[in-house]
């Protein structure tokens, strides 16, 4: 199960961040809408982009400034309704870095600790001008290397989360 390891407590590495469900992502009906699953991807993946920084300063304004960032892939699967008002967290992890691409592990639960939604997104870096393939940018590879203190990758690994998670698992 994809959402099962956050509450089994095995010290998995992810970034976590919390939402609030407005108004503008629910439906008439007041649960949240299918295509929020993407807006918390989105809200977790340009969070931990744009507000990594050392030494106060944010890395993404120096070391990705000739980058572009292409989602070559994006995947989502609902689980279950998350109404006005109520929060979720988020979890973010790494998979299956290479050179010049990365996947985004998604994980949403309630305020319960119930699952909502997951999915992924494949991204590809390329270079803004000549849209050559470029490396991670130092502040990312951090996260992509396994090896690396402040790691994010995502120990499921044979099956993939990407596998796991276009079975419905």
């Not at 699967?77 to 929060?87: D, R």
Request: proline share 5%; with cysteine; charged share 20%.
């Amino acid at each position: 199960q994809l959402l099962s390891w956050e509450r089994a407590g095995h010290g998995m590495p992810f970034f976590a961040m919390q939402y609030q469900i407005l108004f503008h992502d629910t439906m008439a009906y007041g649960s949240h809408h299918h295509m929020t699953n993407f807006k918390f991807q989105n809200i977790a993946r340009e969070t931990i982009l744009f507000e990594t920084s050392v030494n106060g300063e944010r890395c993404f304004d120096q070391q990705a400034k000739h980058i572009g960032m292409l989602t070559r892939e994006a995947y989502s699967l609902n689980l279950a309704p998350v109404w006005l008002g109520q929060k979720v967290g988020i979890l973010l992890s790494y998979e299956d870095p290479t050179r010049s691409t990365f996947r985004l592990c998604f994980r949403v639960m309630d305020e319960t600790g119930q699952p909502v939604c997951y999915g992924y997104q494949t991204m590809i870096l390329m270079h803004k001008d000549t849209h050559e393939l470029v490396p991670a940018p130092p502040f990312l590879a951090e996260y992509l290397n396994a090896g690396a203190e402040r790691n994010l990758i995502e120990p499921l690994t044979n099956p993939s989360f990407a596998e796991l998670a276009k079975a419905g698992s």
